[in-house]
């Protein structure tokens, strides 16, 4: 079963608002997670690391201001899309690494977001 | 700068064959690690192996099989005896040890595998 889960799995949002999308681990502690965004038929690209308890540190090229993210708790990360933009439309997915014994990287099931 | 070069871009068999994905890397460092994830149409990722750099070792699990050469900097994929459940989309991917075995991934492209009945 998954053990990092993502919610909501699709949402449509109108132009200018904001959305919330979240990322849980779900049996284990990430005090590291990742957000990435992936294009229609393309490769995913890493917008960010998200630090638990920290500053998430953000790739070259992303708008740390139009893609905030917070990594309040050990197994939460949430990645908020603020004024979004129909450009903004994309499949967002996070990642956690596990720990022992699930040592290695787990992807949620990844958010659809349409911005119209 | 590490990169991942998946040259094979989409790949169409019929079931019961043998297919290999090619993922080429390159990286400056001598420790990293190295990924394949299976993406179907729904969109998840699905962790299929890691494999570390001083790991050469051929892995075989089931149906699929890992062929690691360091000398051709070369990590590529096979499955035999495909099924229409292995469509999907495939991503190598490379993370460097100084940043932690589970740390942020560099993909490549991806390989858009198709099994017809």
């Known amino acids: 079963g998954a053990v990092v889960s993502q919610h909501p799995s699709r949402v449509i949002c109108k132009s200018g608002t904001s959305v919330k999308i979240e990322c849980r681990s779900l049996d284990f502690q990430a005090t590291t997670m990742f957000w990435y965004r992936q294009f229609p038929k393309q490769s995913l690209m890493l917008m960010a690391t998200?630090?638990?308890?920290?500053?998430?540190?953000?790739e070259q090229g992303v708008e740390k201001d139009k893609f905030l993210i917070n990594h309040a708790s050990l197994t939460l990360s949430t990645l908020t899309v603020t004024s979004a933009h129909p450009e903004d439309s994309s499949f967002y997915i996070c990642?956690?690494?596990?720990?022992?014994?699930?040592?290695?990287?787990?992807f949620g099931e990844g958010s659809w977001l349409t911005v119209v | 700068a590490q990169k991942v070069t998946q040259a094979q871009t989409e790949i169409s068999v019929v079931e019961k064959e043998d297919v290999t994905l090619d993922c080429v890397y390159e990286t400056r460092d001598t420790t990293y690690y190295l990924f394949w994830y299976k993406q179907p149409p729904s969109g998840e990722l699905v962790f299929l192996i890691r494999?570390?750099?001083?790991?050469?070792q051929n892995e075989i699990s089931g149906r699929y099989s890992w062929n690691f050469q360091k000398s051709t900097s070369s990590f590529n994929f096979t499955i035999t005896a495909s099924q229409v459940v292995d469509s999907a989309v495939y991503f190598c991917?490379?993370?460097?040890?100084?940043?932690?075995?589970?740390?942020?991934?560099?993909f490549g492209k991806g390989i858009t595998l198709s099994v017809r009945p």
């Open positions: 998200s630090n638990e308890g920290s500053k998430a540190t953000y």
């Open positions: 991917a490379l993370s460097e040890a100084n940043t932690g075995a589970n740390s942020k991934l560099t």
């Open positions: 494999r570390n750099s001083f790991d050469e």
């Open positions: 990642s956690a690494a596990g720990t022992l014994p699930r040592d290695t990287i787990y």
